[in-house]
């Protein structure tokens, strides 16, 4: 049998959401006793719009939105590089607009939209025009940053779709890739502006 | 130090959607509250467990917080918005460049984002021996750990220290000196304080545990622009080591009314600040006054780099902050040729 190691970390996750939220419902809220009455107080158990789908979290007061991505949802495509908002590896689209799913809290994402590398592709599985371009110019080496540049592009693209190489670069300057292949992500990126603007 | 990819400790959340209920949640938890706007400061010292309120009163969801309106002929720009949307409103881009500058070059496209105006101006030094939890001056001990001889302080001040040589990281808070803005702060007990942006921020001969005049309780709600200065002519530089990211080594923001053209303009007025440099970003006014009424040129510019430095008292590692600002002094008087930043 194979056994990706993707697949097995998926198992993991799915098993540790079962059992975070039997602790969820068996010994109720906790922290939560005495609190409710103040205005402005959050319940753990939560509704999240995440690549169109609604789905139902708990998600702790200190959590951050790459950990209930990553460790909840099990949408890995999202990568942790520093958890500082120092490297864009993390990088989601918040109603469009990019940002460090490291430095957002899963609360404050309530009723907002969040899209992830996941869901850029068509429910049919036809990979977004940046996904192709990133596929045509070999864009990336190890590609541990390739989500979060490509979301920091799709999310520029949206306010820039045609933008200059410099402009673009500027764009996507909130992400590094340590293999230092910036010059051919670039191009990979632009091309993707390009099949962008043709699709 | 280490960094920790654990969840941050638990801390209770509240998400209040008006003022009111903000700073009723800000009195009931008093020293435990954790005032949480776009969060890019908070989580670095929360992750770091160098902090550990009870509580985060998250101002995210204040809508009264938000958005630019006119106002009197300026601007009246809401805490909470974000420093995106400054670069792309199209009165800053029109009359005010100087604070699109200064937005544009905060940290990265998605920390502008999400960064706040209000939280830029209020965010905390980024000195580390104070950000790793170091029981300094700042912290509420009895030393300064980046003032001894063996203490790396290449980005530390040059200016008016005070037992504390940390510096000022607020990009947008030496252009908004220049333009002369105005922050409304609604104190703890619901009053209204308007307080002028070169003394909103304080150094430690003030207050050494604190940046700005900001008391516990109390809110900056908005930030207000005058006609003034719009359509002067600015100059805004930020000099750091990389390009995104970084805080400023020294910055300079000037805003200037000149009679005449060219070569023989006269400075009429000027408002000149540089940032990088001191625990608060700090006017030059002696230098102000030194060149008003004098032409635009390289001389001026000379006498007034030369004024700015008076005083200033390098430590072991940033003797390079004197030349650096006197430089960038000049290029404020005098402007250079394709040196504004543009992105």
């Known amino acids: 049998m194979s056994l990706s190691r993707r697949t097995f970390i998926k198992g993991v996750i799915a098993g540790g959401a079962v059992a975070s939220s039997s602790a969820y419902l068996f010994r109720g809220g906790g922290s939560l006793l005495g609190q409710t009455s103040a205005p402005g107080s959050v319940e753990r158990l939560i509704t999240l719009v995440v690549n169109g789908q609604q789905r139902r979290v708990d998600a702790l007061r200190q959590e951050t939105l790459a950990m209930t991505l990553r460790y909840k949802l099990g949408l890995t495509g999202t990568k942790l590089g520093c958890d500082r908002a120092e490297c864009g590896a993390c990088t989601v689209l918040i109603d469009d607009v990019p940002h460090y799913a490291c430095s957002v809290l899963t609360h404050s994402v309530r009723g907002r939209q969040v899209r992830t590398i996941e869901g850029l592709a068509s429910p049919t599985g036809e990979l977004h025009p940046i996904q192709r371009a990133v596929v045509d110019e070999q864009g990336f080496q190890c590609a541990f940053c390739l989500p979060g540049f490509v979301m920091a592009a799709t999310g520029f693209l949206k306010t820039n779709p045609n933008p200059t190489r410099e402009e673009l670069a500027h764009g996507i300057s909130g992400n590094l890739c340590r293999c230092q292949d910036y010059d051919k992500i670039l191009t990979a990126l632009m091309r993707g502006a390009e099949y962008m603007r043709g699709a | ?343």
Request: hydrophobic content about 45%; proline content about 5%.
């Open chain 2, 1 to 343: 130090m280490a960094v920790i990819r654990d969840p941050m400790p638990a801390f209770e959340l509240f998400q209040p959607t008006s003022v009111a209920d903000a700073q009723a949640l800000l009195d009931r938890y008093g020293a435990g509250a954790w005032v949480l706007a776009g969060g890019l400061d908070s989580f670095d010292w929360l992750k770091d467990r160098i902090k550990r309120p009870a509580a985060l009163v998250d101002l995210g969801g204040v809508a009264e917080l938000k958005g630019i309106r006119e106002r009197d002929g300026g601007l009246e720009i809401g805490a909470m918005t974000t420093l995106t949307e400054v670069v792309h409103h199209p009165i800053v881009r029109e009359r005010y460049s100087i604070l699109l500058e200064a937005a544009e070059s905060a940290a990265s496209p998605q920390i502008r984002n999400q960064g706040t105006i209000g939280g830029n101006v209020s965010q905390d030094t980024r000195c580390w021996y104070y950000r790793a939890g170091w029981p300094c001056y700042r912290a509420g001990g009895n030393i300064c750990y980046a003032d001894t001889p063996e203490s790396i302080n290449r980005e530390h001040a040059i200016l008016q220290a005070d037992r504390c040589v940390a510096v000022s990281p607020s990009d947008t808070a030496p252009a908004l000196i220049a333009l002369d803005a105005q922050m409304v702060i609604r104190t703890s007990d619901g009053d209204e304080r308007v307080v002028p942006a070169q003394d909103y921020f304080v150094g430690p001969a003030i207050d050494i545990t604190r940046m700005t005049v900001l008391q516990p309780g109390d809110l900056l709600t908005t930030i207000r622009i005058p006609a003034t200065w719009a359509g002067a002519r600015f100059y805004f530089e930020k000099v750091r080591d990389r390009q995104v990211w970084d805080f400023a080594l020294v910055s300079v923001a000037s805003a200037m009314v000149v009679k005449g053209e060219d070569n023989g303009a006269i400075i009429e007025r000027i408002r000149l600040v540089v940032n990088g440099v001191a625990a608060r970003p700090l006017r030059l006014e002696a230098v102000e006054a030194l060149v008003q009424g004098r032409p635009r040129n390289e001389s001026t510019a000379v006498i007034a780099s030369n004024r700015a430095i008076e005083g200033a008292q390098p430590l072991r590692f940033n003797a390079y902050k004197l030349p650096l600002m006197k430089n960038l002094v000049k290029r404020a008087i005098r402007g250079v040729e394709g040196g504004t930043w543009t992105s």
